[in-house]
């Protein structure tokens, strides 16, 4: 247990000090480490669930240190975050997490600090986490649910409000709560390229609930499968999966329809449209604003026939002749706030100054997006996010129609188009289907 937990240490520093992304780092710690199965899937909840819930740590330290816990030193911080996680939300005895706790503390900061650390377990593993909500985040008001489900209270307003336009008033605890459990490891069995039922006998998993293209594992590494390997499939969230379908299946494809991708790294979604396009005899530019990016983009796409995907290193905002492309995703940069099951840090990250800029240069993609639509062309305009400001009020200033956008889904889902809710775009929830809270409008250019 004390190489698992000083692995998860190496992860949540990295994240909380350097900038490091989770899901990209802890990977290759385990791999450095040795570390497989349990012991692999001990870390990935101890450092993920540290840094989902640090809010309600930083909370509950702060009564038992009594100090504000941004003035402890970022060791012994992120040290009893791990504690915390430990002691009130993972099956390990109140003294284990308090004894590796101070015995972390004392390598990285010497004795006095092993002190405190000390002082402060004790106070922590005193109460039970259902004793420490109640003291700590009492009542049902806003700051008590950031609190209670360590989200920042922007934040909680922010998926509050998304729920309240969706007709889901009634839902965000809900929606918190799906935030703050693991996600499962979906893949995407790349049309033409890989058959699902074997990549899902290979994975040992099951096909998932609403993409044909998905398969859920049920435990082990996706690198480890050859599909994944060679790039017929890849992790993706079945969400996306979803969206980026939808504008393939919105209307039969014609041969030599060309489409675009306008803010395509890391490429997952270029991929299965590449693939989708390459089945219709259609091509695909894919275009990424940072190079180390199209680096990623061209790797995603390195199964599909080469003749289909062209990927371009450019300005979204700027790039392409007029009216050029029959379909075309916009998958825009947003705040990410879909996605916070998978992306523990991304919370913490976010400020609410962020939505002013995001929503400046959303509004700039798209109007070029506009632009280059050929008459007749489909737009979907796509975020991960369900916050108003990025998502329905974007779309509210377009010049383009919006058409029915549960119409495509269902074609993708082989569900009704009501199940998608009352239209005309479609917002999926973590809460409700399970996958990233994903937004998609599809849009259309008159025809001439």
Same mark, same amino acid.
């Given at each position: 247990m004390?190489?698992?937990?000083?692995?998860a240490?190496?992860c949540?520093?990295?994240?909380?000090t350097e900038g490091?992304?989770?899901?990209?780092?802890?990977?290759?710690?385990?791999?450095?480490?040795?570390?497989?199965?349990?012991?692999?899937?001990?870390?990935?909840?101890?450092?993920?669930?540290?840094?989902?819930?640090?809010?309600?740590?930083?909370?509950i330290?702060?009564?038992?240190?009594?100090?504000?816990?941004?003035?402890?030193?970022?060791?012994?911080?992120?040290?009893?975050?791990?504690g915390?996680?430990?002691?009130?939300?993972?099956?390990?005895?109140?003294?284990?997490?308090?004894?590796?706790?101070?015995?972390?503390?004392?390598?990285?900061?010497?004795?006095?600090?092993?002190?405190?650390?000390?002082?402060?377990?004790?106070?922590?593993?005193?109460?039970?986490a259902?004793?420490?909500l109640?003291?700590?985040?009492?009542?049902?008001?806003?700051?008590?649910?950031?609190?209670r489900h360590?989200?920042?209270?922007?934040?909680?307003?922010?998926?509050?409000?998304?729920?309240?336009?969706?007709?889901?008033?009634?839902e965000?605890?809900?929606?918190?709560?799906?935030?703050?459990?693991?996600?499962?490891?979906?893949?995407?069995?790349?049309?033409?390229?890989?058959?699902?039922?074997?990549?899902?006998?290979?994975?040992?998993?099951?096909?998932?609930?609403?993409?044909?293209w998905?398969? &859920?594992? !049920?435990?082990?590494?996706?690198?480890?499968?050859?599909?994944? =390997? #060679? +790039? *017929? %499939?890849?992790?993706?969230? /079945?969400?996306?999966?979803?969206?980026?379908?939808?504008?393939?299946?919105?209307?039969?494809?014609?041969?030599?329809?060309?489409?675009?991708?306008?803010?395509?790294?890391?490429?997952?979604?270029?991929?299965?449209?590449?693939?989708?396009?390459?089945?219709?005899?259609?091509?695909?530019?894919?275009?990424?604003?940072?190079?180390?990016?199209?680096d990623?983009?061209?790797?995603? &796409?390195? !199964?599909v026939?080469?003749?289909?995907?062209?990927?371009?290193? =450019? #300005? +979204? *905002? %700027?790039?392409?002749?007029s /009216?050029?492309?029959?379909?075309?995703?916009?998958?825009?940069?947003?705040?990410?706030l879909?996605?916070?099951?998978?992306?523990?840090?991304?919370?913490?990250?976010?400020?609410?100054?962020?939505?002013?800029?995001?929503?400046?240069?959303?509004?700039?993609?798209?109007?070029?997006?506009?632009?280059l639509?050929?008459?007749g062309?489909?737009?979907?305009?796509?975020?991960?996010?369900?916050?108003?400001?990025e998502?329905?009020?974007?779309v509210a200033?377009?010049?383009?129609?919006?058409?029915?956008?549960?119409?495509?889904?269902?074609?993708?889902?082989?569900?009704?188009?009501?199940?998608?809710?009352?239209?005309?775009?479609?917002?999926?929830?973590?809460h409700?289907?399970?996958?990233?809270?994903?937004?998609?409008?599809?849009?259309?250019?008159?025809?001439?």
């Amino acid at each position: 247990m004390s190489r698992a937990r000083d692995v998860a240490y190496d992860c949540v520093m990295a994240v909380s000090t350097e900038g490091a992304y989770a899901n990209l780092l802890l990977p290759t710690l385990l791999e450095r480490a040795g570390l497989d199965g349990r012991d692999a899937g001990f870390v990935t909840e101890l450092a993920y669930g540290a840094l989902r819930m640090r809010g309600l740590y930083d909370a509950i330290i702060a009564h038992a240190a009594r100090r504000d816990p941004q003035d402890l030193d970022a060791e012994l911080r992120v040290a009893l975050w791990l504690g915390c996680h430990q002691a009130l939300a993972m099956r390990v005895p109140a003294h284990a997490a308090v004894n590796e706790t101070v015995d972390q503390v004392r390598r990285e900061r010497g004795a006095g600090a092993a002190k405190l650390a000390n002082a402060v377990m004790r106070r922590v593993t005193e109460r039970g986490a259902d004793a420490w909500l109640s003291l700590v985040a009492p009542g049902d008001t806003p700051a008590s649910r950031a609190v209670r489900h360590s989200h920042p209270e922007w934040v909680v307003e922010e998926l509050t409000r998304a729920l309240v336009a969706d007709g889901r008033a009634a839902e965000t605890v809900a929606l918190l709560e799906a935030d703050n459990s693991p996600a499962r490891v979906t893949l995407v069995a790349r049309p033409g390229l890989v058959d699902r039922d074997a990549l899902a006998h290979d994975a040992g998993g099951e096909t998932g609930e609403y993409s044909p293209w998905s398969v &859920v594992m !049920a435990g082990g590494r996706p690198g480890d499968l050859p599909a994944v =390997a #060679d +790039g *017929t %499939a890849a992790v993706q969230d /079945e969400g996306s999966q979803i969206v980026a379908g939808a504008l393939a299946l919105a209307q039969p494809v014609e041969p030599g329809e060309r489409w675009l991708d306008l803010c395509a790294g890391p490429g997952g979604k270029s991929a299965l449209l590449g693939a989708l396009a390459a089945e219709g005899a259609a091509t695909l530019d894919a275009v990424e604003l940072h190079p180390h990016r199209a680096d990623l983009v061209r790797r995603s &796409v390195r !199964a599909v026939p080469e003749e289909v995907v062209t990927v371009h290193t =450019a #300005d +979204g *905002t %700027a790039w392409g002749e007029s /009216e050029a492309y029959d379909r075309i995703v916009l998958d825009a940069p947003c705040t990410g706030l879909g996605a916070l099951r998978r992306r523990p840090e991304a919370r913490w990250r976010r400020h609410p100054e962020d939505l002013e800029d995001l929503v400046g240069l959303q509004r700039r993609l798209l109007a070029n997006a506009e632009r280059l639509l050929a008459p007749g062309g489909l737009l979907a305009y796509i975020t991960c996010s369900p916050v108003v400001a990025e998502t329905r009020e974007i779309v509210a200033g377009s010049s383009l129609r919006q058409l029915d956008a549960r119409e495509a889904v269902a074609a993708v889902t082989g569900t009704p188009a009501r199940f998608w809710g009352p239209g005309p775009h479609v917002q999926l929830w973590t809460h409700v289907h399970g996958t990233d809270s994903m937004f998609l409008a599809l849009l259309e250019k008159p025809a001439v």
